[in-house]
């Protein structure tokens, strides 16, 4: 995204963070700190000495510093036509801010006629085209740099949910955040010069304790045994990655909270170790560097490189928020491991993030739940047979967890409640942010409620003048968000108002320090602390050191130890100074030049005198420029706000003369109702008309109504009897005697009603039996009559069959009487012939019906008659086959007409 050229106004000072365009101001307006500008003016009279001290390194006040970070649009965002131009970056240290189309922000602008545009300024703006590289190079690298020279630092993210935090701190694979730059730059600048002894260590309430032998032995097995760990958990997620050949780099555990593991198990390419960022140290001192990963997680701290066992029913160990002798919060018995490179500083960072709290939500698939901490700590030391420690520093980075609506992320249980911690800590930072201000704005001292959250808790060090703070804020574009991304820059405009003043005991003074005793030191730093504040109007307020806090009381036996080995380091402090002592007493000073002495510094008395008065004057000229600029401000917005109120009047005379013509309406609407009247009682009378001809209707409404006479003179009637009952008692007790007689009533009926309910249950029984029977029955029943038409359909066919029996039987008597006919008439023949063969010498014998006898084959002429007579022995043979043909016929006849009897 370009910065679009835009030609504003001279800037004009002003409290406000938000600059309203109004129709007639079209641009809008520049926001400036007055106190800021004002200040710089007051220091610049000053002279240039002041000017250098009072900027630090990044040449800006000592307000905290606030980086804006835009994301880039998401794939999905894209699709779902987040990009309404909500947000556009004028030049490259402010941003506009405008509602997207359509929304209620918006609506309500257009409805007062002008556009509102909210423009917020910071130390810088970086657009989604930044890369990496570049973010760290205008952010980060120069606080670095300030922490290899010696000074504290507290680098902490801000956003919503999903706005790329976690991106900016630790970035990808390919693509690493501000942490793995960080420490590629450190360990860049101190290459060749890493203390690796591990003799001294950076400790809870003191900046650094000598360790023994036997504790650096200690310190070498906890480093070994969190190295074999990172590998351990490497060999687990690769075998892991190879089983399920997922693209995907989280995996979820048991709690449904799922673990970065891109990081870790490619760590062995991390190696880059560019050139560029890179600082020339002088010196020849040396520098151990000590890491240790916490998070905050539902208002609990965790350490991060504590070892996790694999049993499910582990509870991992609570730490606790204690003070240090400065009244500097620290984390108890969080462990500090000493790195030799910036990979094993990367691969302890990967190992944490691993037990860190990360889980999918509905907007981020990896969403931080804990707000993680990761602290760099760089002794730099001397390193001689008694190695001498001379500054500590400190760089803190806080990745915060983003703050989200839960009606966005829909979260449930465990992820709501996460929401919630996360929603309040952060609530709780802005509401110190803000008390801060307020009290750095106006003498009144405000309650800064640090102590209301862990996470204030551990970072009022850093507001307390630890060290200097530096805040990246991370937004997204997308319209959804225009709310949350609004609530996140009005709080970004009121942190980078507030002042972040380092002390002046920084690490620096270590060495000294360590000259007087441990209490003495807390009451000079103390006291110093409060003077200096006090002097730049300090808002912070003492802590109340009751709470839950654990104040290092520095009486243990581990403290005793420390003490004696710090005793003698202290010694040798001691004997050198006492030598500077002597030879110090032994300088003499002129009388001459003791008095130019004296005389100079009453010069530079009254010189500071007059300074202060010029200054005092110059502040009362800032004062009366600031009030006239306010009073022109407020002028200028009092006619502004003047004439929007009559416009709204008129725009509201507009709208009351609208209503009361549509009241008027309504009036005439109303007055001609009598007519309407009218015609609602000729449809009501139309209405009667057609009931009276439903008759039937109206048949049923009568009878009703004298049902309910009828019921109404029955409850009159009971009314009255139960008026006139005379003795009330007595009928009770009539209607108890009754009531029981009914009750053993009801109880023999009852136990008539079990035997009949038996009886019943046995005939049923009986019934269900019979039913079966009945079934069996039926299906019997069912098969006889199947075996009965299978009779009948064969009968039909016997009887076919019978018919055609008959029929051939008939043919046949048929041909028998044309055979008898022509036997009779052969028999006639053969008479003739025999009786002329015969010549009548025998009479006739009497005639035998061949039918009677079964003929033979013979017949009934011998052979010597057909010797003798052939032709009429041919015609006697005839006769008896004839014959024998008949016969069978007349056999077939009657076994035909037998077998038809029998069936
Ligand atoms: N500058 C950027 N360029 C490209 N992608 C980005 C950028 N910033 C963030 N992202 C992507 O946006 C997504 C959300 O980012 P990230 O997880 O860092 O958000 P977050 O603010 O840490 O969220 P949460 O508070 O829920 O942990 C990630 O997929 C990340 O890769």
């Known amino acids: 995204m370009k910065p679009a050229e835009v030609k504003y106004p001279p800037p004009r000072p002003s409290y406000l963070g938000v600059a309203i365009t109004y ?7 520049p926001i400036d700190d007055l106190r800021t500008n004002l ?31 835009v994301r880039p649009f998401t794939a999905g965002e894209t699709e779902q036509k987040e990009a309404q131009d909500c947000i556009s970056i004028p030049d490259s240290s402010s941003v506009l801010v405008k509602p997207p189309h359509n929304s209620q922000a918006c609506r309500l602008s257009e409805k007062a006629n002008g556009s509102v545009a909210q423009k917020f300024t910071f130390t810088h703006v970086f657009g989604p085209d930044t890369t990496q590289a570049q973010f760290f190079d205008g952010t980060i690298k120069q606080h670095v740099i300030d922490f290899i020279k010696g000074q504290n630092r507290l680098i902490f993210t801000y956003g919503v949910t999903n706005a790329g935090k976690t991106f900016t701190f630790q970035g990808t694979k390919d693509n690493e955040g501000i942490l793995p730059r960080s420490m590629d730059m450190l360990f860049n600048s101190i290459q060749g010069r890493v203390y ?37 958990v490497d060999c687990s997620i690769r075998s892991n990655n190879s089983r399920n050949c997922q693209d995907t780099t989280d995996f979820i555990n048991d709690e449904g909270l799922t673990n970065s593991s891109s990081i870790l198990s490619d760590m062995d390419d991390h190696l880059r170790h560019s050139e560029e960022s890179k600082l020339a140290l002088d010196g020849s001192a040396k520098f151990s560097v000590w890491v240790s990963f916490c998070e905050i997680y539902n208002e609990c701290i965790y350490d991060l490189l504590d070892p996790i066992s694999g049993d499910k029913f582990y509870k991992r ?36 993030k691993k037990f860190q709290s990360i889980a999918y939500t509905k907007l981020n698939s990896s969403s931080s739940r804990s707000h993680s901490i990761f602290t760099v700590r760089l002794l730099k030391i001397e390193d001689s047979d008694i190695p001498r420690v001379l500054k500590v520093s400190e760089l803190a980075l806080c990745d915060l967890a983003g703050s989200e609506r839960c009606t966005k992320t829909q979260n449930e249980g465990e992820r709501l409640k996460e929401s919630g911690n996360i929603n309040t800590s952060l ?144 010694q040798d402090d001691e004997e ?35 300074e202060k008065k010029d200054k005092l004057l110059m502040e009362l000229k800032i004062r009366e420029e600031v009030a006239k600029e306010f009073t022109d401000h407020f002028m200028q917005r009092e006619k502004d706000f003047n004439e929007r109120l009559e416009k709204e009047k008129e725009l509201m005379e507009d709208r009351c003369d609208e209503r009361i013509e549509i009241f008027q309406d309504l009036v005439r609407k109303c007055s001609k109702d009598p007519d ?82 038996s009886q019943l249950e046995f005939q049923n029984e009986k019934c ?69 063969a015969a010549g009548r010498k025998r009479p006739p014998e009497d005639h035998q019906d061949p039918v009677e006898q079964p003929p033979s084959k013979k017949g009934i002429c011998s052979e010597q008659q057909s010797m003798k007579n052939p032709f009429s022995y041919v015609s006697m043979q005839r006769q008896n086959a004839a014959n024998r043909k008949l016969y069978r016929l007349k056999r077939r006849k009657s076994a035909t007409s037998n077998d038809v009897k029998w069936r």
């Open 23 to 29: 129709p007639e101001r079209d641009e809008p307006q």
């Open 39 to 69: 200040a710089d003016k007051f220091l610049s009279l000053g002279g240039s000495e002041s000017e250098s001290t009072q900027k630090d390194s990044l040449g800006s006040q000592d307000h905290m510093q606030v980086y804006l970070r």
């Open 196 to 232: 690796n002894k591990m003799d001294v260590k950076p400790h809870r309430c003191k900046d650094y304790v000598r360790l023994t032998k036997e504790q650096v032995k200690a310190e070498v097995a906890l480093k070994n045994s969190v190295l074999r760990q990172i590998k351990e």
């Open 317 to 352: 160990k609570t730490l606790r928020l204690a003070l240090d002798l400065k009244g500097y919060s620290f984390v108890k018995d969080l462990q500090w491991i000493e790195v030799s490179d910036s990979t094993e500083a990367c691969k302890i960072l990967a190992l944490g």
């Open 427 to 570: 609530l709780i930072l802005g509401k110190c942010i803000n008390a801060l201000k307020t009290s750095q704005q106006s003498k009144a001292q405000q309650h800064v409620p640090f102590r209301e959250s862990k996470l204030t808790h551990y970072l009022q060090s850093f507001f307390s003048g630890k060290g200097k703070v530096c805040m990246i804020v991370n937004i997204c574009q997308s319209a959804s968000s225009y709310d949350e991304t609004l609530n996140v820059l009005k709080f970004s405009a009121v942190a980078q108002k507030v002042l972040i003043l380092e002390s002046c005991q920084n690490s620096e003074a270590v060495p000294c320090v360590q000259k007087k005793s441990a209490r003495e030191v807390s009451f000079i730093i103390n006291n110093a602390d409060s003077k200096h504040w006090n002097s730049r109007k300090r808002a912070t307020v003492q802590w109340d050191s009751r709470l839950e806090d654990v104040p290092e009381d520095g009486n243990d036996e581990e403290d005793s130890e420390e003490e004696e080995c710090l005793d003698c380091t202290y």
């Open 576 to 610: 050198e100074e006492e030598d500077d002592g002597v030879q110090e007493d032994e300088l003499v000073i002129k009388k001459d030049a003791y008095q130019k002495l004296l005389d100079l510094i009453e010069d530079l008395k009254t010189k500071l005198v007059n």
């Open 676 to 757: 309407e009247g009218e015609e609602a009682e000729n449809r009501d009378r139309t209405t009667d008309q057609v009931e009276q001809t439903d008759a039937p209707i109206d048949g049923l409404y009568i009878s009703m109504q004298n049902d309910l006479t009828a019921i109404k003179k029955q409850a009159m009637d009971a009314q009255v009897q139960i008026i006139s009952i005379p003795d009330v008692p007595d009928i009770i007790s009539k209607m108890e005697q009754k009531l029981k007689q009914i009750s053993c009533d009801l109880s023999k009926t009852q136990e008539e009603l079990k035997k009949k309910s």
């Open 768 to 836: 269900s039996r019979a039913t079966v029977q009945l079934e069996e029955a039926d299906r019997k029943l069912s098969s006889h009559k199947q075996q009965i038409d299978q009779l009948v359909s064969m009968i039909e066919q016997k009887e076919s069959a019978i018919d055609r029996l008959k029929d051939l039987v008939s043919h046949w008597e048929a041909k028998c009487e044309d055979y008898e006919k022509t036997v009779n008439g052969i028999k006639g023949e053969m008479i003739k012939v025999n009786n002329s």
